[in-house]
């Protein structure tokens, strides 16, 4: 079992900054490939980025390629997303996800409860 907490997350203007942390404890943090993903209100969950056991390849959506980047520290057992010139549709609950190297929702086997970001105009 992996537990994961996001945090990092609130209300700013576009074109402003936020960086989210998402914490994991539980199985080695390491063994797993972590992963972003949002939810706006009335849509689907959508992938964000992605990145592997050791950091070494990421993967950004297009719709946040430039603009976002995931990193991760295996020694903290955090994995990061920092976010640069936010505009409104970046508005979500953004969750991260443990799993197996992918865009798709269901390689992720374990999730954290989401944090809010909105961004106002």
């Known amino acids: 079992q992996v537990q994961l907490v996001e945090s990092g997350g609130g209300l700013v203007q576009a074109g402003e900054s936020l960086r989210l942390s998402c914490a994991a404890s539980?199985?080695?943090?390491?063994?797993?490939?972590m992963g972003w993903f949002r939810q706006a209100p009335g849509k689907e969950r959508e992938f964000v980025a992605v990145i592997t056991r050791s950091g070494s390849n990421r993967l950004h959506a297009d719709s946040v390629k430039g603009r976002f980047t995931i990193s991760r520290d295996n020694a903290k057992n955090t994995v990061y997303l920092q976010m640069n010139s936010l505009k409104p549709e970046d508005t979500a609950v953004y969750y991260c996800?443990?799993?197996?190297?992918?865009?798709?929702?269901?390689?992720?086997?374990?999730w954290g409860q989401g944090t809010q970001v909105t961004v106002s105009s």
């Open positions: 539980g199985r080695a943090f390491s063994s797993y490939a």
């Open positions: 996800a443990a799993g197996t190297w992918g865009t798709e929702a269901y390689k992720y086997d374990y």
